[in-house]
């Protein structure tokens, strides 16, 4: 049974920008003049942008993005994919949260938030996670297979997550890049970050693998922190944006995405690597690449191999491959 309020949005959804009298309304779902008052009012509340003037009546504005946990289960059940969906307005870390849901629960789980407090990125680096314009989120679960089974995982989120921004934000467009092997970028800008966790050792017989994505769909409200200010920015840049239900699309497509990828199916696990390929940011670049033991090396990134690996050639000629690392473009 749908709510005046719901119904009030629907009838304001359906003619699109128009202004409806507060008596038209009433008539339409059976309620009083002051009924419909008090659900515009609780609309509004929630963030729903609804422009209310004499004579004319009421029109909607602005639908707010909100994260619909029930329509992202629903959603992805009908795609045949067995997760169990968690929202939360404020978590310290999505990972942390959906590593506690599969270790508990021994399911699968999609957990994301309006806001983290402790969110983390890379190389014990903080990821900045302002409340309610970025996508949070994390995918969690179990598995019998070993780690090394999942080698290429984070870059496979990566190209599930570049494909599900294209086909939501850009009409399927080919508008992101990849940063090997875990960033988003769109023009110079990163919008997007995965920090991939396992949980196990090479011989145990269960391993939990936790894959966290941050996507910066808005600008913050407050600007990006000064240390991110030359770097970091949004899918939609400041003052662009499409109504509503964007942060429910793109979270669905990533899941879907990814799924699709991890099946194992020859055409699905080329899909992925070609984007990945494709999509690439380095190639050609010169670029500085930092190993995690602390030492760095120049070189000229000549692409990307089967396995995801960075293929690079140095200064006096001779190749190298690189499976990990973090690298940077060095600007002449
Ligand atoms: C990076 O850019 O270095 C990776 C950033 C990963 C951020 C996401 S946000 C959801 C999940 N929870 C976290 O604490 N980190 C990841």
């Not at 029109?59 to 909100?66: E, F, M, N, T, W």
């Not at 307005?89 to 508990?104: C, F, M, W, Y």
Request: net charge neutral; aromatic share 10%; with cysteine.
């Amino acid at each position: 049974m749908l709510k005046t309020k719901d119904k009030v949005l629907s009838i304001l959804k359906e003619i699109q920008g128009d202004f409806i009298s507060g008596q038209d309304i009433a008539e339409k779902i059976f309620v009083t003049r002051a009924a419909v008052w008090k659900a515009i009012k609780a609309l509004k509340d929630e963030g729903y942008d609804i422009d209310a003037v004499t004579n004319r009546g009421y029109r909607l504005r602005y639908v707010p993005d909100l994260i619909d946990e029930r329509k992202i289960q629903d959603i992805l059940q009908n795609c045949g994919i067995d997760l169990k969906v968690f929202h939360y307005d404020q978590v310290l870390s999505t990972n942390d949260t959906a590593l506690k849901i599969v270790k508990e629960n021994n399911s699968s789980a999609l957990v994301i938030a309006e806001t983290q407090t402790n969110g983390r990125g890379r190389r014990g680096r903080e990821f900045y996670s302002p409340e309610s314009t970025g996508l949070y989120m994390s995918i969690s679960f179990c598995t019998d297979k070993s780690i090394l089974y999942y080698r290429n995982i984070t870059a496979m989120a990566a190209s599930a997550t570049a494909l599900a921004i294209d086909d939501v934000v850009f009409d399927g467009a080919d508008t992101t890049k990849i940063k090997w092997v875990n960033d988003i970028f769109i023009d110079q800008s990163k919008v997007a970050g995965i920090l991939t966790e396992c949980y196990g050792a090479l011989e145990d017989e269960y391993n939990y693998i936790v894959i966290g994505i941050g996507i910066n769909v808005y600008a913050p409200k407050k600007d990006f922190p000064k240390e991110l200010k030359n770097i970091a920015g949004a899918v939609f840049s400041r003052g662009k944006s499409k109504d509503g239900d964007i942060r429910n699309q793109i979270g669905i497509s990533i899941v879907k995405y990814l799924c699709s990828f991890l099946k194992n199916e020859k055409s699905l696990n080329m899909k992925c690597l070609d984007t990945y390929k494709k999509k690439s940011f380095l190639i050609g670049n010169y670029v500085k690449i930092n190993s995690f033991n602390g030492n760095h090396t120049y070189a000229y990134v000549d692409g990307i191999s089967d396995e995801y690996e960075l293929l690079v050639t140095y200064d006096d000629g001779s190749k190298g491959i690189f499976n990990s690392g973090e690298v940077s473009v060095v600007k002449y």
